[in-house]
């Protein structure tokens, strides 16, 4: 069985940093793109970064891009996200993702395997 666990939310002042962890069980994902998404209340799931399983090429969504730094380490099947520069805009739960299946790295449909979800809360 496939598991995705995220770890690492919490509340954090803005300005501030968290470090998301994604740990992958049940299948290795070394050679498959693993993305962060997040999703606030009331709003749609939004994409935030991705990595890619081959070269590693990192993408990012536009309201994250300077902030947020994805990572990987295949040898512990995880996904990271070092999130920086918090703002409160950044409240949401964040989800790991994991093996898209349509190659479009910010569509949250391409994707198979996802956690449960970590909250981050970011106070002004």
């Known amino acids: 069985q496939v598991q995705l666990v995220e770890s690492g939310g919490g509340l954090v002042q803005a300005g501030g940093s968290l470090r998301l962890s994604c740990a992958a069980s049940?299948?290795?994902?070394?050679?498959?793109?693993m993305a962060w998404f997040r999703q606030a209340p009331g709003k749609e799931r939004e994409f935030v970064a991705v990595?890619?399983?081959?070269?590693?090429?990192?993408y990012y969504g536009d309201s994250v891009k300077g902030r947020f730094t994805i990572s990987r380490d295949d040898a512990k099947n995880a996904v990271y996200l070092q999130m920086d520069t918090l703002k409160p805009e950044d409240t949401a739960v964040y989800f790991c993702?994991?093996?898209?299946?349509?190659?479009?790295?910010?569509?949250?449909?391409?994707?198979?395997?996802w956690g449960q979800g970590t909250q981050v809360t970011v106070s002004s």
């Open positions: 993702a994991a093996y898209n299946t349509l190659g479009e790295i910010s569509n949250a449909q391409a994707y198979r395997y």
């Open positions: 049940g299948r290795s994902f070394g050679g498959d793109s």
């Open positions: 990595i890619l399983g081959r070269y590693t090429s990192t």
